[in-house]
């Protein structure tokens, strides 16, 4: 039985990963994993969980500090985040990161997530990463997990497969992609924004590229509707 375990921050993309998961491999063969890292903005794992709960698929949260630790970005930090997108265009055609990058994040959660999956007879490790993702992350790009891949092969000495369904894919191939999976409903109690406010912001980095990504596409952001849940 081939058995995936998604990567899920709550957000837009691995909410649509979430979904082609579901689709790829059964909803009965998906689960999803989520991480507590002392991130500032913990209403992205609320979304995670409502996510989970809207594509009736099990979840759990691991919890995992030394990010905060560590420091140094404004993903846990009290830093702020530059609200242009001209800014983060330009900081992606450097060699400068952007200060909302957390160096080590995706290796170290799939790491787990490989752990965890280890445990559980699952072979298929579903990320949200892309290449074409405006920041440059070097840790989102297709030679990196490829790499990852046959590190967590070797060293566990089991044949796990890392799936990043989104890695050529721009902001509206998402959409459609998500549009497409049925991911819509899901993806009205997603979280995007850096700043973490809900409704989003509107002005940060990943506010203005996913709305970016939404009006391409030509498709209405769910993402704009009120939240009840979050009130409830």
């Not at 369904?165 to 509206?172: I, R």
């Not at 912001?201 to 498709?219: D, I, S, T």
Request: hydrophobic residues 40%; contains cysteine; charged residues 20%.
């Amino acid at each position: 039985m081939n058995k995936a375990l998604v990567v899920l921050s709550g957000g837009q993309d691995s909410t649509t990963c979430l979904y082609w998961a579901i689709n790829e491999f059964g909803r009965e063969n998906t689960s999803s994993l989520s991480f507590d890292y002392d991130q500032r903005h913990k209403i992205e794992l609320e979304s995670a969980k409502k996510v989970s709960e809207i594509a009736a698929v099990a979840h759990e949260i691991l919890p995992i500090n030394t990010f905060s630790a560590l420091g140094g970005n404004a993903l846990t930090d009290n830093i702020d985040v530059a609200d242009d997108l001209t800014v983060a265009e330009e900081i992606n055609n450097t060699s400068q990161l952007p200060n909302t990058f957390v160096p080590g994040r995706n290796l170290i959660f799939l790491t787990f997530a490989a752990a965890y999956a280890y445990q559980r007879g699952i072979k298929h490790l579903i990320s949200g990463v892309a290449q074409t993702d405006y920041s440059g992350y070097p840790d989102c790009r297709e030679n990196t997990l490829s790499f990852l891949e046959q590190t967590l092969r070797l060293g566990m000495k089991y044949n796990f497969t890392i799936h990043t369904p989104l890695m050529n894919l721009n902001k509206s191939d998402t959409v459609m992609m998500a549009e497409k999976l049925g991911a819509m409903d899901a993806m009205a109690y997603t979280h995007t924004c850096y700043n973490g406010e809900q409704p989003p912001c509107g002005h940060c980095q990943a506010c203005l590229f996913r709305a970016k990504g939404f009006a391409k596409a030509n498709r209405v952001d769910p993402l704009i509707e009120p939240f009840q849940f979050f009130k409830n």
